[in-house]
């Protein structure tokens, strides 16, 4: 349930941004989730079809891109995507550090259909 009011913050920004670029409907959105946000996927396209409804962003096509988690290494600074269980650089294998990739949700495109 904590992915409703995120969902519905990034619906109001979407209405406010599309609004003041005169659109009368939004056609697709393109939301960016990273895969340590903690939210899941099905409740953020369930909640976001229901605060769609009745307007300018009914129907329009939501697409999600996941972010994958990186890290840095605190030996010799490389950044490298995490994957499961494995926490050594690449490079140098020395131990990697969490940074904030992965942790995104936002939305990254958004198609409109405008007045002339």
């Keep these: 349930m904590h992915e409703y009011h995120i969902v519905e913050a990034v619906v109001k920004q979407i209405l406010e941004e599309a609004r003041s670029h005169k659109a009368k409907r939004i056609t697709g959105v393109t939301l960016m989730l990273g895969e ?11 909640y976001f079809d229901t605060l769609s409804r009745g307007n300018i962003l009914e129907g329009a096509k939501l697409v999600m891109k996941s972010v994958k988690s990186k890290l840095k290494c605190k030996d010799c ?3 490298f995507e995490h994957e499961k269980a494995e926490f050594n650089c690449p490079k140098c294998s020395g131990l990697g550090i969490l940074t904030d990739s992965g942790k995104e949700f936002y939305a990254d495109n958004i198609e409109v259909e405008s007045y002339p």
């Design 77 to 79: 600074g490389e950044i």
């Design 36 to 46: 340590l946000s903690g939210f899941k996927e099905e409740s953020i396209r369930v």
